[in-house]
């Protein structure tokens, strides 16, 4: 795999919707009383309307160009900004309690990176941790929406570039020199005469004695040494040295391990329990109780918590989804999808694609640690919502939310798993009915069955054209209900009135704020709408946009082809913004498009477009029956992707090779999404049980080429990253597949009419652990 990222002279400052007042050049902020050097940053929306905001009568071609779900996310977090604070310690390190939740993504290594910059020290003496649960943030501890960056960009820096200020003043006042005579370099102030203190030395001096308000002039990119150079994550040692702690790896005293029997068919609910006392019984059990869920099992290990899960006898009542299949599914979706409207009286093209079920299981099991006393309960978990959960948590024991302390804890990988906190309110309820602190973990099976899934979707469009000219297009976006009881329904409601949406609903509201059209496709229209709300959904990675620009791309490409222009020269020749063409352009040069290919391989090419960044990824795809039909056991091979690049604009990047790191996730989903990963659902629950037969991106379906390609600067501030790669991916994908088989693919994944393996029981719900491993050493 190749890399390659370059930095260069910002582009003109990105438009100021309500969450961009950052314009000015000096900031606002407080010292606050404490016994170190403590500062934070006072940040507010600027007031009045917007220099640039569309002209009355004149409506933006998309609504994103005047606000986007980013920029809500950041306005709602801004009063609470002088919440979070930066301290320089007596030791010369300095400690930042990140309100985010670090699950992979490598946001600690990023903030840190920030403060290094602007507080002028070496990146190894900042201390990032994760922060507990503080209500008092309101919405400034969500993580999600590839809004971390972009929303603590300007506050972080404005803390550590007040530290910095007091620092030297206060070496300045120790040597009786002017503070234009002080410097600081690598964590040292330095003076005429030689004279230098470390940061240690000049804390205390330097701490406010009452909180004080104060101005700051931040750093100009130009002088930056640390912000948009390539950085390792500060904590890669302790990952691969086993050190770093995950929640199931805290030693919290007597909270032993917890496993719960789960219904059959989703949201099954309890009937009766024919053997309590018998499972009780069990060696190393030590408690076995009925909560909503199912039953759960306390034991001295996993090991016995399954032997008593499997040894259960419940009889179980139905649950939400009782009887439904795919087919099913598909029958209500169709049922509710939104006209089209009457057929153009223009030559168009249009067509109808569908997405089935696909799972949102992170590679760290589901789990969450709790200790309930009559006043108060404590609980340690990997949380992206955890002030919701604290509220919820509170709610379900009847205690007010300071009598709950809410741990947040690093994650395994999440992709919108975490928004949801049900381990924690499984294992709150069971330390409470018994009394005792429980390790509550899923099993895979759990999670893969009874956990969160990608809506099940259908997405109808239509593009009219005359000649060489788009006059317009229509989308409608069919979709199981998706869940945002995680948080996001709250900021959006908060938010509501500040927002050119009218009067929809949270998905709506969601769904127009975090969909864009990047080409100059004439007057158009994107429509949601959501039914049964029976199945336990949530918002993975990218939420509907993978699905949505999927279809459009498809389209493009039947487009292209109707009015006889390349695919690539096509999108340039339409797309709206010089970024996008030249990300474009890039990703095309890199893989050189257009190259001869043998016969049943094909390129690919798709360009999405979110939160002020743009991607375009370039992909190969061998659909030829030699590697189609490759022996996999119990599997599909399917195509393989051999090559993929992927160009990224992202308007400043803070560590270009965390960037790289995110966009070969996000390529690795979006071939999943395409060939490979989907639950089938049959009879009211998912086949699938873990990861064993839920097919992710495996290793024979990887490119052996890759590149990503990190843009230079285009603007003076990150756009958002987490997420955007997945969709262009997922696209690219199915465009090279429709080019080298000839048809172009209309449900997905490809190969989800293949079932390849025996189905795992769903009575008992965890499977037998196997046993014949050895039989398939090669």
């Known amino acids: 795999m190749t890399t390659s990222h370059s930095s260069g002279t910002d582009g003109p400052e990105p438009r100021d ?71 320089v310690n007596t030791d010369g390190t300095v400690s930042f309690a990140l309100p985010r939740t670090e699950v992979g993504q490598g946001i600690t290594t990023s903030t840190a990176m920030l403060i290094a910059e602007e507080l002028g020290v070496p990146l190894a003496r900042v201390r990032v941790t994760l922060a507990d649960a503080r209500p008092e943030l309101l919405f400034n501890q969500l993580t999600g929406g590839s809004n971390t960056t972009f929303a ?56 406010g004695v009452r909180t004080e308000r104060a101005s700051v002039t931040l750093k100009p990119r130009e002088t930056f040494t640390v912000i948009g150079t390539p950085r390792g994550r500060v904590d890669a040692l302790a990952a691969v040295t086993g050190r770093k702690r995950f929640t199931m790896d805290l030693d919290v005293p007597d909270a032993l391990p917890t496993m719960v029997c789960r219904p059959p068919t989703i949201n099954g609910e309890v009937g009766s329990v024919a053997n309590l006392a018998e499972v009780r019984a069990l060696p190393g059990v030590t408690d076995v109780v009925v909560i909503p869920t199912g039953v759960a099992v306390r034991a001295t290990t996993f090991g016995r918590c399954v032997d008593a899960v499997r040894a259960l006898r419940v009889t179980w009542r139905p649950g939400t989804a009782e009887g439904k299949s795919d087919a099913s599914v598909l029958r209500e979706l169709r049922a509710a999808r939104l006209p089209l409207g009457p057929p153009p009286l223009t030559p168009s ?16 099991p589901n789990c969450a640690i709790a200790d309930v006393r009559a006043d108060r309960a404590e609980v340690w978990s990997s949380l992206k919502a955890p002030i919701v959960a604290q509220q919820a ?20 990988g999440s992709f919108g798993r975490k928004l949801f906190f049900d381990a924690a309110l499984e294992a709150v309820e069971v330390s409470r009915r018994i009394g005792k602190p429980v390790k509550l973990m899923w099993h895979r099976a759990d999670d893969v069955r009874q956990g969160r899934t990608h809506p099940m979707a259908i997405s109808r469009m239509r593009i009219a054209y005359l000649g060489g000219t788009v006059l317009g297009y229509q989308q409608r976006h069919t979709s199981v209900a998706t869940d945002y009881g995680h948080g996001l ?15 929809i609903g949270f998905s709506e509201t969601f769904f127009q704020l975090s969909q864009s059209m990047p080409y100059d496709f004439g007057v158009g229209s994107r429509l949601l709408s959501e039914t049964d709300k029976g199945f336990n959904t949530g918002s993975m990675r990218n939420v509907y946009s993978p699905d949505v620009t999927c279809a459009r791309e498809l389209l493009v490409d039947r487009l292209a082809a109707r009015m006889g222009k390349d695919p690539r020269r096509f999108r340039h020749d339409f797309l709206r913004d010089d970024r996008f063409r030249a990300v474009l352009d890039r990703a095309a040069e890199a893989g ?42 119990d599997g599909v091979a399917g195509p393989r992707v051999t090559k993929a690049v992927v160009a990224v ?26 060939l490979t990963s989907s639950l089938h659902l049959r009879d009211g629950y998912f086949l699938e049980a873990s990861w064993d037969n839920y097919f992710y991106t495996r290793q024979w379906n990887t490119p052996p ?19 955007l790669g997945v969709a262009a991916s997922a696209a690219a994908v199915a465009c090279a597949y429709g080019r080298a088989t000839g048809t172009m693919p209309t449900v997905f994944p490809v190969n989800h009419g293949t079932l390849s393996f025996e189905p795992k029981p769903t009575v008992p719900p965890v499977p037998a652990s196997p046993t014949d491993g050895l039989d398939h050493v090669r």
Not at 352 to 361: A, I, K, P, Q
Not at 658 to 670: S, Y
Not at 713 to 723: F, K, L, S, W, Y
Request: net charge negative; hydrophobic share 45%; proline share 8%.
């Open 393 to 412: 948590i509170a709610a379900s024991l009847g205690l007010p939310p300071h009598a709950v302390t809410v741990h947040v804890t690093e994650g395994g």
């Open 592 to 633: 050189d498009w257009g190259r001869t290919m043998p016969a049943g391989t094909a390129q690919g090419i798709a360009f999405h477009s979110e939160y002020h960044s743009a991607c375009a990824v370039l992909v190969e795809l061998d659909c030829r029956p030699e590697t189609v039909g490759r022996p996999v056991r």
């Open 489 to 503: 329904g709250e900021i959006l409601t908060a938010m509501a009135a500040r927002l050119p949406v009218g009067d």
């Open 152 to 207: 603590t960009y300007t506050p972080i820096r404005v803390a550590a570039a007040l530290a910095r200020e007091r620092l030297l003043r206060a070496a300045a006042a120790r040597w009786d020199t002017p503070v234009t005579a002080v410097t600081m370099k690598a964590g040292v102030v330095t003076g005429p005469g030689g004279r230098s203190a470390g940061l240690g030395e000049l804390s205390r001096q330097a701490a």
């Open 349 to 364: 093209v249009e067509e109808e694609f569908t997405f089935h079920f696909r799972g949102n299981s992170a590679l760290e």
């Open 705 to 723: 080429e890759l590149e990503i390609i990190v843009m230079p600067p285009t603007t003076g501030r990150p756009g958002g990253a987490g997420e």
């Open 649 to 674: 604009d992202v308007g400043l990047a803070v560590n270009p090779r965390g960037v790289e790191a995110q966009m070969t996730g996000c390529l690795m989903d979006g071939i999943a999404l395409t």
């Open 17 to 87: 919707p309500v969450s961009r007042p950052f314009a000015r050049r000096r900031f606002l902020g407080y010292v606050l009383a404490a016994p170190v050097l403590t500062t934070a940053a006072q940040l507010a929306p600027a007031s009045g309307a917007r220099a640039d905001a569309a002209s009355p009568g004149l409506p933006s071609p998309d609504l994103t160009e005047l606000i986007d779900l980013n920029d809500v996310m950041t306005a709602a977090a801004l009063p609470t900004s002088g919440l979070i604070t930066v301290e």
